[in-house]
C-alpha cells in the first residue's frame, strides 16, 4: 500500500536550534518525493523535491530508500519558519500527503 | 496569470444540500485534483483528472462527484451534504505526465455542513 507517515503531529524548537521534521513512505516502486508547506494564511505550495538535491530556504531533504525516509532538515530554526509541513509522494498520478507536522520556533 | 482559482471562499449548508465547489487554472495543466484538509488526518485525495473527459477516484471519494469537461475547470459537486463533510476543500493542479511536477494549490474553500 503507498502511505507517508508523519510521526509528529506539533514540533516545537527555539530559534537557532536544529530541526528535523519526520517523514517515512511505503511505496513499492521509485517514489518522488516532495515537501509542502503551508504558512499561516497563505496556500500550500511546494518546498523541495528530493530529485533536486538543493536547499531551500536552508531546507534539505535526503531520500534513504534504506530506511524508506525522506526527514526535512535545518540546521538553525528561524521564526518565520514557524508553518505546517506536509511530505508528499507522487505515485502513478495520485499524489499521497502525510498528516502534517505543525513546526512552532519559538523566539 | 491567475494560477489556481477557487470559488465560494466560504459556505455553509444545511444536512441534505447540494452545491457546487468551483476550480479552475490558467497554466494548460493536465492534471487536476481536489482534497479535503482535515485536522489530523492531513490532505485526503478526493477526485482526481488527467486530462479533460478523464476522471479518477482518489482515497475518500464517496458523496462527491467531478466531471472535466474542458482543461481549464474541475469542479467538484455534492451531492447530498452531510456534516462529515464539514471541512477545507483544496483544488490543485500540474503537468500530468511529467515527473516530478509541482502542484499548484488554489487558496481553499471551507465549507460547513450543519
Known amino acids: 500500500a503507498q502511505r507517508v507517515t508523519q510521526p509528529e503531529k506539533l514540533l516545537s524548537v527555539f530559534k537557532g536550534a536544529p530541526v528535523e521534521l519526520k517523514c517515512n513512505y511505503s511505496?513499492?516502486?521509485?517514489?518522488?518525493l516532495f515537501w509542502y508547506v503551508q504558512y499561516s494564511r497563505q496556500r500550500l505550495q511546494l518546498l523541495l523535491r528530493h530529485i533536486s538535491r538543493e536547499s531551500i530556504k536552508g531546507f534539505t531533504a535526503d531520500l534513504n530508500k534504506g530506511e524508506t525516509s525522506f526527514h526535512l532538515k535545518k540546521p538553525f530554526a528561524q521564526e518565520e519558519d514557524s508553518a505546517m509541513y506536509y511530505c508528499a509522494l507522487r505515485g502513478t498520478y495520485k499524489y499521497i500527503f502525510g498528516t502534517g507536522t505543525r513546526l512552532k520556533v519559538l523566539a | 496569470n491567475a494560477g489556481v482559482t477557487q470559488t465560494p471562499k466560504f459556505q455553509v449548508l444545511k444536512t441534505g444540500q447540494s452545491m457546487t465547489l468551483q476550480c479552475a487554472q490558467d497554466m494548460n495543466h493536465e492534471y487536476m485534483s481536489w482534497y479535503r484538509q482535515d485536522p489530523g488526518m492531513g490532505l485526503r485525495l478526493i477526485h482526481y483528472?488527467?486530462?479533460?473527459?478523464?476522471?479518477d477516484q482518489g482515497e475518500v471519494p464517496n458523496g462527491y462527484n467531478v466531471s472535466r469537461s474542458t482543461t481549464e475547470d474541475f469542479p467538484l459537486r455534492l451531492l447530498s451534504a452531510a456534516p462529515s463533510q464539514t471541512s477545507v476543500y483544496f483544488c490543485?493542479?500540474?503537468?500530468?505526465?511529467?515527473?516530478?511536477?509541482?502542484?499548484?494549490f488554489g487558496p481553499g474553500t471551507r465549507l460547513t455542513v450543519l
Open positions: 483528472s488527467v486530462g479533460a473527459g478523464i476522471t
Open positions: 490543485a493542479s500540474s503537468y500530468g505526465r511529467k515527473p516530478y511536477n509541482e502542484q499548484f
Open positions: 511505496y513499492s516502486g521509485s517514489p518522488e
